[in-house]
């Protein structure tokens, strides 16, 4: 009886029953959403995802295939919340169901905010959000860089303000701000921008603004990917954040050199407002303009202040002139008195010398004497000594009036330099002229030089003659011919 029921049931292989459970599950459950914590997450070497999802009542096996594992909008960490879309299949090597993940987003706003925070966390550790790191945009770009979708009102409020402000050069770099690869878009944009060279045919942008409008927390999540905070704060170009709304905060504002509230503030924060400029220009124009009157009108009254205590430069120059005729004078007189002194020095000196034929010829008549007293044999040696004694005294005696001519004639010459150096001709050769009236005194004052007086005007090459005609009035000079006035 038993062996005819038991031959009744079917009968399975290992493989058979599998597949079947396997059927039977899948047709069950072909698509579905579970909702459960992370726990055991792996990342396998092959770029496959495996880890469990959990609750309270029971433990279910996850599997992402790396296809899939690169375009989820959330990375799996254990111990995030989170609701997986897939299909239950079975895993015939471990008899065990599991769900194959089609797509990850986390639960709830809470799970959200976790995760946000253990990954600011973590990046606050390495440095990202330092102070230190961050740079000052510069005061007036010249290329603005705008990192946001290409349509919307983001990038025409940005462009409005910006022309509004101070018209600037723009460049826009597309990107899908939210969804699947909204975040590697954003994070190369960065990059591209970055790795444009300086006076290549594409102008390199002096500040970057990244700018999306307001949104939910997961819709702006792509801004809080590590992809893009660290593509931020790497950037050698300064970069603006503008994410959602004033109350939103990205993990990108905090990579940011300056966070903006909304994208029509981080126009404002990237370009002064050109009318404002103007109108300091001109205040500080005005400004420098009155300092320079008032400098220069102080000075011309403290020049005028100085002009009155100094002497009149005519009379100062009369004086010297006359000065200096009296010091030429008085040199005349000296350098003359001078030189007759020491001609009659040399006259003296002269007189006391004998002629030298007067010494030769006393020296002939010495030795005349002397001759007519010597043998004969002694007569040839007295002539031979007498006639070298008498070379060498006429040899001394010549060497000694040259020296004497030579010291006068040096002399002579240092006074004549000297009297020609401080005479009034080298004034007159510099552009001077002596007026002298009739008697041959000089004129020094114009009130010596009355209309109608006679005088005498001497130049550096030579004389001639001129009437006064009026003291106080300048005249043309009437032409001269042969040194008279015509």
Known sequence: MSKAITGNIPEYS??????????????????????????????????????????????????????????????????????????????????????????????????????????????TAEGLFAAERKRKPPFLPEVIGVVTSPTGAVIRDILHRLADRFPRHVLVWPVAVQGEGAAAQVAAAIQGFNALARGGPIPRPDVIIVARGGGSIEDLWAFNEEIVVRAAALSAIPLIAAIGHETDVTLIDLAADVRAPTPTAAAEMAVPVRAELLARIATLE????????????????????????????????????????????????VALMGLQSRAASVAGAAARLRHPREVIADKRARLSAAVSGLRPQDFAREISRLGEGLARHEAQLGEVLRRLLADLSRRLAEQGRLLEGLGYQQVLARGFILARDIAGRPVTSAAGATPGRALTLTFHDGERGATVIDGTKPVRSPPVSQGKLL
């Open 14 to 123: 290992v493989g058979e029953l599998s597949a079947a459970l396997r059927r039977t599950v899948e047709e069950a459950f072909g698509r579905v959403r579970v909702r459960g914590e992370i726990s055991g997450f792996k990342h396998h070497s092959s770029g496959h995802l495996y880890f469990s999802l959990k609750d309270m009542d029971g433990v279910l096996a996850a599997v992402c295939w790396r296809g899939v594992a690169g375009a989820l909008r959330i990375k799996p960490e254990d111990g995030l919340e989170v609701v997986a879309t897939g299909r239950i299949t079975t895993y015939p090597g471990q008899s065990k169901y599991q769900i194959v993940v089609e797509s990850l987003e986390a639960a709830g706003i809470g799970a959200w905010l976790a995760l946000l925070e253990e990954r600011r966390k973590k990046l």
């Open 286 to 333: 005005g400004r420098l303009v009155g300092s320079a009157q008032r400098l220069l009108e102080g000075r011309r009254v403290a020049v005028a202040g100085l002009a009155r205590g100094l002497p009149d430069l005519r009379r100062v120059i009369e004086i010297r002139v006359q000065g200096l005729d009296n010091a030429a004078e008085s040199l005349r007189r």
